[in-house]
């Protein structure tokens, strides 16, 4: 199993950064892929980002490509979303989750079994 718990979310001007973290208890973390979602009020909820197990392979939404990224450092089992020149498009709750059973740094919310309370996020113009 892998517990997670986001932080870091809070209030922003557009044009600002934050850096979410993701901080993982478990035995299968260092073995899962890690992916931020988010949902914004009356969305459905989107993926942002993935990174696999040793980092080798990310992915990210064509919405933040440039502007978000996303690393892992199995050693303190966390993994961080630096979002910089944010939108109030990006306004959401941010959620990471697990994905134990693939190698893949899938978009599809389907492959992530476990899942954080998550962060908000807001984004003000």
């Known amino acids: 199993q892998v517990q997670l718990v986001e932080s870091g979310g809070g209030l922003v001007q557009s044009g600002g950064s934050l850096r979410l973290s993701c901080a993982a208890s478990?035995?299968?973390?260092?073995?899962?892929?890690i992916g931020w979602f988010r949902q914004a009020p009356g969305k459905e909820r989107q993926f942002v980002a993935a990174?696999?197990?040793?980092?080798?392979?990310?992915n990210y939404a064509d919405s933040v490509k440039g502007r978000f990224t996303i690393s892992r450092d199995n050693a303190e089992k966390t993994v961080d979303l630096q979002m910089t020149a944010l939108k109030p498009e990006d306004t959401a709750i941010y959620y990471c989750?697990?994905?134990?059973?693939?190698?893949?740094?899938?978009?599809?919310?389907?492959?992530?079994?476990?899942w954080g309370q998550g962060t908000q996020v807001t984004v003000s113009s």
């Open positions: 478990g035995r299968s973390f260092n073995y899962a892929t």
């Open positions: 990174v696999t197990y040793n980092s080798g392979s990310t």
């Open positions: 989750a697990a994905d134990s059973s693939s190698l893949s740094a899938n978009n599809r919310q389907y492959h992530y079994n476990y």
